[in-house]
């Protein structure tokens, strides 16, 4: 059996956790570029319709 140590402890004070800020800021930006485009390209640009 061998027990390591953790060689650095981080606090909770210490994590920050930047990436996965950047990856919920990156969605945000795609969702928000994908519902420009449904709605003003695709809804806006045609005529009302009903299907069914």
Do not use: Q
Not at 12 to 29: C, M, N, Q, R, S
Request: proline share 4%; aromatic share 16%; hydrophobic share 50%.
């Amino acid at each position: 059996m061998s027990t390591e140590t953790p060689k650095r402890e981080i606090d909770h004070e210490e994590f920050d956790p930047k990436g996965t800020l950047a990856l919920i800021l990156i969605y945000f930006v795609i969702l928000s570029i994908l519902w420009v485009f449904m709605y003003f390209i695709e809804f806006l640009g045609n005529d009302l319709t009903v299907i069914g």
